[in-house]
């Protein structure tokens, strides 16, 4: 008896454990495909976990931060997915490549058109091109909200405090890097490096045809001299050969 009712509390006690735990592994979040520079586009992934064997996800809203906005928002085709795409206008316009932009987009909404969605124990990637990502700040934060099969309604909105445990439905955080110099096609110094050894190259081999050019003029010219001298030296013998001739005659 004693043992069954150890076994039974040691269930009970797993159950509540992870029960307690799942939101801390099994949330929405967002990461960049490679990496978010600051001041570049990057393309992010929002990971949608479904937590439920009796539903599934057949909604996913998110939420752009309206003090850090993005211009640039597009959205990959999902098959069996509908993609709603909201801009609204700025308090503040940006400026963008030179030109002055009104609006951004504030929330870009995935509902799923087959009625499956995400079903139990599988998740979702849902992509997004973005940018240009905000200088003046190290993170992004998105707020989420999942709607179920069942009506149900998980909202990942809770913002994670400094020093403090991570909150039960956190909102997804988009950690930026340090800015780079390939700003939007923009060369990198890596390129310039490249560049400027392919322009040596073309230098050096430009000098080395000239230098080649002057040698073989350089040794036409000595070529004629040598024929000249050659052909001196011939009639020199010829001359003297005949004097000698001459003179002997005469004796």
Known sequence: MKASRIAAVTAVAGTAVLAVSSPAFAHVSVQPEGTAAKGGYAVIDFKVPNERDNASTTKVEV???????????????????????????????????????????TEVTWTATDGKGIEAGYFQKFPLSVGALPEDTDELVFKAVQTYSNKEVVRWIEVQQKGQEEPENPAPVLTLSAATDDHHGTGTAGDTTAEDASAKTETTASDDTGSSGGSDTTARVLGVVGIVVGAAGVAYGVLAGRRRSTTGSEA
């Open 63 to 105: 939420n752009f931060p309206t003090d850090h906005p993005l211009a640039s928002v597009m959205p990959q085709p999902m098959a069996g997915w509908k993609i709603e795409v909201t801009k609204s206008k700025l308090a503040k316009p940006l400026e963008m490549h030179g030109e002055k932009i009104d609006e951004a987009v």
